[in-house]
């Protein structure tokens, strides 16, 4: 990809800036998820795509045992510290999540010697589009490849996962981790946070594109309401697992036991469960939709998501149901929701190639009107999973 090649080579001229050693150039896209939302720590399917723009990392060994971490997103910030003190809470600052893939891939593969590392991006960050994910799997992927570790996906997912669990603090699924290095190029790929299976649907590039567009109301994800919507559920599962002791996570309630039991549930928490039991069933039929050609079909199930996520799960907010409604009233829109755990960042819509030039020129416009905010669409098509650029 061009943009790809462009995005490396400013890497690698920012990284000579403060190294003279010859670093690797390793690339991890981010994802936008088109189903299965807030369902990957409640034990359900979800289908994320991987973006055709992420994160750069230049990376070399150094004589000693030392990290040095610089970014292009924070200019003039160095981090220098021994590999040795590379712990848990250590920082919470920008370099945490590269820190926790280092972390947690010495945990795995054994000691890491010295590093020079220089990260940069052209996704943006805070928007709902895995711009940490990105960072993490791509560490993790390129410090596989600089140890030559025998590793596989699965592998590297749960170590990805483990940098922003335990060293980050983000109780957070693993969807991210998994849509970033499962990923293939033109595919949506399906995948069961519980039994760990996937599936790759096809997406017929030709035909349509992703559109994302950006609210412009920046999150922060660790500090946000994410973590109370985990609390949530997690208590909700435990009240009614005193009725229902064969149910493991909530992906399990069937609508009928939850009709049943919802009564025993504090409102907020009803509204919680009742938008996982309707997402998971909204994933079978949106898969069963791209099997068939359906885009329809699969639009409408992106749509009717983003209703659950706004009124049922309450993470929307007022700039991104705008924007969503503009987006649907779009001709050749299939579906609109918003993508990432909410608060803020982006809508995601799946829109006819033939519609492009009007969605671009009605959906920001309509915006700025309504909002006084300006924005732009950007599109993507399915993008593979993390590669080495030489």
């Given at each position: 990809m061009e943009v790809t090649a462009a995005l490396a080579e400013q890497t690698l001229d920012f990284f000579r800036e403060g190294s003279s050693k010859a670093p690797r150039i390793f690339f991890a896209p981010g994802r936008a998820n088109l189903g299965g939302a807030h369902m990957d720590y409640n034990g359900g399917k979800v289908m994320p795509v991987a973006l055709s723009k992420g994160t750069c990392i230049a990376i070399a060994p150094r004589d000693d045992h030392f990290l040095q971490l610089r970014s292009a997103q924070f200019p003039g910030e160095k981090i220098e510290v021994p590999m040795s003190e590379l712990k848990p809470g250590r920082t919470k600052t920008w370099s945490a999540y590269s820190e926790g893939a280092l972390y947690c891939a010495s945990q795995a593969w054994g000691e890491l010697p010295g590093l020079d590392i220089f990260v940069n991006a052209d996704l943006p960050m805070g928007r709902g589009l895995s711009s940490s994910a990105s960072v993490e799997c791509g560490m993790v992927f390129a410090i596989s490849k600089l140890l030559e570790a025998k590793t596989d996906a699965d592998e590297m997912i749960r170590?990805?996962?483990?940098a922003e669990s335990e060293y980050v603090g983000v109780r957070c699924g693993i969807l991210d981790q998994a849509a970033i290095l499962l990923a293939e190029k033109d595919s949506i790929l399906l995948f069961d946070c519980l039994e760990l299976t996937?599936?790759?649907?096809?997406?017929?590039?030709?035909?349509?594109?992703?559109?994302?567009?950006?609210?412009?109301v920046q999150?922060?994800?660790a500090n946000s309401a994410f973590n109370?919507?985990?609390?949530?559920?997690?208590?909700?599962?435990?009240?009614?697992?005193?009725?229902?002791?064969?149910?493991?996570?909530?992906?399990d309630v069937k609508r009928k036991e939850f009709e049943l039991q919802r009564d025993r549930l504090p409102p907020n928490l009803a509204r919680r469960v009742?938008?996982?039991v309707g997402e998971y069933e909204r994933t079978q039929v949106a898969a069963q939709a791209l099997?068939?050609?359906?885009?329809?079909?699969?639009?409408e199930t992106m749509s009717s998501a983003h209703e659950s996520?706004?009124?049922?799960?309450?993470?929307?907010?007022?700039e991104l149901d705008i924007l969503v409604d503009a987006s649907q009233s779009i001709d050749g829109c299939f579906g609109a929701r918003l993508t990432g755990a909410g608060f803020g960042g982006c809508i995601v819509a799946v829109v006819d190639?033939?519609?492009?030039?009007?969605?671009n020129s009605q959906v920001p416009e309509i915006y700025e009107k309504k909002t006084g905010r300006k924005t732009e669409v950007q599109w993507f098509r399915p993008s593979q999973g993390p590669m080495e650029i030489t």
């Open positions: 170590l990805a996962h483990r996937r599936e790759h649907l096809p997406f017929p590039a030709d035909r349509v594109a992703i559109a994302v567009v950006d609210s412009g999150r922060e994800l109370e919507r985990v609390a949530e559920c997690t208590r909700a599962l435990s009240l009614l697992q005193e009725q229902l002791p064969g149910v493991t996570c909530l992906r009742k938008h996982v099997r068939a050609g359906n885009l329809a079909g699969f639009g996520l706004r009124d049922l799960f309450e993470v929307s907010t007022p190639t033939n519609s492009k030039g009007v969605f």
